[in-house]
């Protein structure tokens, strides 16, 4: 008898707990989840969202972006929901296998609203709070940051005490302040905390957030906000001046780079060269050619294309220049309208040529690794390829100044500046100096081209940028003179990016001119005067 009532209370024992397993109050709550998928109702949709993003289930973040890339699917008959994948395979969100038999008559997609959309990127943000990959944790925060979802909170507590990297950690703590600040039974020494730390983010979207208090909040929060508001505007005025002064260096930097080459031959010849842009062209597309070539046999060499091209562009470059010099420019000495039209003529034909040769369509150059992408300092965005072009045009500026001081070449070019008789009476050659200037200075011009390769279209049209602005920062920082073509770059480049948010960029340009214009007529020799041949003259 024993044995029999010890069997039949292991049977009753096992009937209660199938009972209980079946009962759907305590139905496993991921599939209690997803139950209300099948309802086809956005409050029903919600509650499934929430429900699966915090069930723990492993396949809660493939259901929830299948639900954001309209891959989930229900039946209302069956209580049933699909995920589909490629191929319109069904698969089964409760179990992860693939869905056996036909599929249910009456399937339809979850739908969503905007609200819901919200929704889903929150419920995802916080699915991926402790993913592995430090680069998702953030994205993840950000997500939670811009939804302000509620739900997400105990998620973003877990992931603040686990967190390990700092950036991370800094955005999950923006983020749960984010949430704080817009919690209805959130007390108000709470939200205050919760301003001072969006305060520190110090950016738009902290403006944002913070501007977008609904209008029950206390007159301490308020008070609190609109005190953080001003504040964080105050800097961004400051370091959106500075992010104009860097964008005007780096606009600067092109300039000089175009012009530095035109100050050589013009100071030194007098020579108004209408066809110094076309140098800069035949510099890009060397770069161009160079990669070409790397891409067709080597492509693993590619992170190394422009140091390979520098020198080829200089060389190239430098050797056209001597060749228009020793054909064209030597006869024309003491005639510049001659020269001018003669150049200008010249560089429709070197614009032709290339065209003939490559097409009238925009070349692709690419850009190394190295030189790509961007770094954010305090609230300015540095892209690392501007960063580069910095360095690449003072290190010209340096080389060349080296050269001009300590060589005995650069010494024959400032003697024939000073005074061409005196020097060719004792004994310099100036034709041959004349040559070699128009030379270098049409190999820094194809320096130009590697470099602007990089940020400009590479196209036959390329120099016809750059040539006007190039005279302007030559005839400004005073004609010959190096370190006035420098500060003359620098100076127009700044100018230009501070008057653009307020005059746009042609009235900008046309006011930058006017300026120059009445400048001339004050100091005709420029910021910096140098003797020199035009001088002379």
Do not use: C
Not at 29 to 46: K, V
Not at 164 to 169: M, P
């Amino acid at each position: 008898m024993g044995a029999v009532r010890d069997r039949l209370m292991a049977i009753v024992a096992v009937l209660g707990l199938v009972a209980v397993l079946l009962t759907p109050a305590r139905a496993e709550p991921y599939a209690q989840a997803l139950l209300h998928f099948t309802a086809d109702s956005f409050d029903e949709t919600i509650a499934g969202i929430n429900g699966v993003a915090t069930s723990g289930n492993p396949l809660a973040a493939r259901v929830i972006a299948a639900l954001q890339e309209g891959r989930l699917f229900f039946s209302a008959q069956e209580k049933t929901v699909f995920i589909r994948e490629e191929r319109d395979q069904l698969i089964d969100a409760a179990t992860g296998r693939p869905a056996t038999g036909l599929a249910p008559p009456d399937l339809a997609p979850v739908r969503l609203n905007n609200r819901l959309r919200r929704i889903v990127e929150a419920a995802l943000g916080s699915l991926t709070l402790m993913a592995p990959d430090p680069a998702k944790r953030l994205e993840a925060a950000q997500a939670v940051l811009k939804s302000k979802d509620a739900a997400a909170l105990p998620a973003l507590d877990q992931a603040i005490a686990q967190e390990t990297d700092a950036r991370v950690k800094q955005a999950l703590i923006e983020a749960r302040a984010a949430v704080v600040l817009y919690l209805d039974n959130a007390s108000d020494a709470d939200k205050i905390d919760a301003i001072a730390v969006i305060r520190q983010r110090g950016d738009q979207d902290a403006v944002a957030l913070l501007g977008g208090l609904p209008a029950t909040a206390s007159p301490a929060v308020a008070k609190a906000a609109a005190d953080a508001i001003a504040s964080i505007q105050n800097n961004l005025a400051i370091w959106t001046a500075l992010q104009n002064a860097w964008y005007g260096l780096s606009l600067g930097s092109v300039l000089l780079l175009a012009a530095i080459g035109l100050a050589i031959t013009f100071g030194v010849m007098g020579v108004i060269n209408m066809a110094h842009g076309e140098m800069v062209m035949l510099g890009a597309y060397t770069t161009f050619v160079v990669q070409e070539i790397i891409r067709a046999r080597n492509p693993a060499l590619f992170d190394y294309s422009l140091a390979i091209a520098i020198p080829l562009a200089f060389m190239f470059a430098g050797t056209v220049g001597i060749l228009v010099e020793r054909g064209i420019i030597r006869f024309l000495y003491g005639r510049p309208l001659e020269t001018l039209l003669a150049t200008w003529g010249l560089s429709l034909i070197l614009q032709q040529a290339v065209r003939t040769a490559f097409g009238p369509t925009n070349k692709d150059v690419g850009t190394p690794s190295w030189m790509s992408g961007s770094f954010d300092f305090g609230q300015m965005t540095i892209t690392y390829n501007r960063l580069w072009i910095i360095v690449f045009t003072l290190l010209i500026f340096v080389g060349l100044l080296a050269i001009l001081r300590f060589t005995r070449f650069g010494l024959e070019m400032r003697a024939v500046t000073q005074n061409r008789a005196m020097a060719a009476s004792m004994g310099i050659k100036t034709s041959r100096i004349d040559a070699l200037t128009f030379g270098l200075g049409s190999g820094i011009a194809g320096l130009a081209g590697v470099a602007l390769s990089q940020i400009d279209n590479v196209s036959p049209n390329l120099g016809q940028g750059y040539i006007i602005d190039s005279f302007m920062v030559v005839v400004f920082g005073g004609v010959g003179n190096l370190w006035g073509t420098l500060v003359g770059a620098f100076t127009l480049g700044i100018a230009n990016k501070f008057l653009e948010p307020y005059a746009g960029a042609v009235l900008g340009k046309i006011a930058i001119l006017v300026l120059i214009i009445l400048f001339i007529q004050k100091r005709p020799r420029g910021l910096f005067a140098l003797r020199g041949r035009a001088v002379e003259a």
